[in-house]
């Protein structure tokens, strides 16, 4: 079965930064393209991120380009993101996202953590 388990959220204070992590298995990992979804309180699922299956392109929302770097090492089935300058908007459920093997864009996702909680506040 799928399985995405997200890590290395926390607090943070504006400016400062976390590194999230998700180990993925169940899948060939490799294979397919992956992403960073949030979120917040009260608000609708958000794409952060994507990556595709090689990690030879990534993408960005425009709330956090710039800011945040998304990266996967398939030797260990792992999707990171790097989360710089962080402001207290970014507060959110963090959750690692595997799209289908049948990529059509970043909106379809078909899997999903349990997320991690990222925190920005002073």
């Known amino acids: 079965q799928v399985q995405l388990v997200e890590s290395g959220g926390g607090l943070a204070q504006p400016g400062g930064s976390l590194r999230l992590s998700c180990a993925a298995s169940?899948?060939?990992?490799?294979?397919?393209?992956m992403s960073w979804a949030r979120q917040a309180p009260g608000k609708w699922l958000e794409w952060v991120s994507g990556?595709?299956?090689?990690?030879?392109?990534?993408y960005y929302a425009d709330s956090v380009k710039g800011r945040f770097t998304i990266s996967r090492d398939n030797a260990k089935n792992t999707v990171y993101l790097q989360m710089n300058s962080l402001k207290p908007e970014d507060t959110a459920l963090y959750y690692c996202?595997?799209?289908?093997?049948?990529?059509?864009?970043?909106?379809?996702?078909?899997?999903w953590g349990q997320g991690t909680q990222v925190t920005v506040s002073s």
């Open positions: 990556i595709f299956s090689d990690g030879s392109d990534t």
């Open positions: 996202a595997k799209h289908p093997l049948m990529w059509t864009g970043w909106g379809t996702w078909d899997y």
């Open positions: 169940g899948f060939t990992f490799s294979s397919y393209a």
